[in-house]
């Protein structure tokens, strides 16, 4: 999987990664992984499965974020 960054943050495709771009995948890395993290842990906070929201039609998931407190827009299942 390294490969697919290693290409993509290559942004002068030179074949080699730069500090900056290096920075730059840093970063990114860290704010995906970040997101997922905090996303699970509102949900099961909540009292809510994220495994068990994604089987759930989109109306059940909705009334069941809702039930919750928390706004259905807000995540992507």
């Known amino acids: ?3 697919i960054f ?3 943050f ?4 030179d074949g080699n990664i730069s500090p900056l771009e290096s920075a730059m995948e840093f970063t990114f890395l860290n704010e995906l992984l970040k997101d997922d993290s905090e996303v699970q842990t ?3 906070l909540s009292g809510l499965d994220p ?3 994604e089987f759930m039609d989109a ?3 909705r009334e069941a974020l ?3 407190g928390l ?3 807000e995540y992507d299942f």
Not at 10 to 13: E, F, P, Q, R
Request: hydrophobic share 25%; charged share 50%.
């Open 71 to 73: 706004d259905p827009d």
């Open 10 to 13: 290559n942004l002068n495709h």
């Open 42 to 44: 509102e949900l099961e």
């Open 59 to 61: 109306d059940e998931r």
């Open 51 to 53: 495994d068990e929201l």
């Open 6 to 8: 290693e290409s993509m």
């Open 66 to 68: 809702e039930d919750a």
């Open 1 to 3: 999987m390294k490969g």
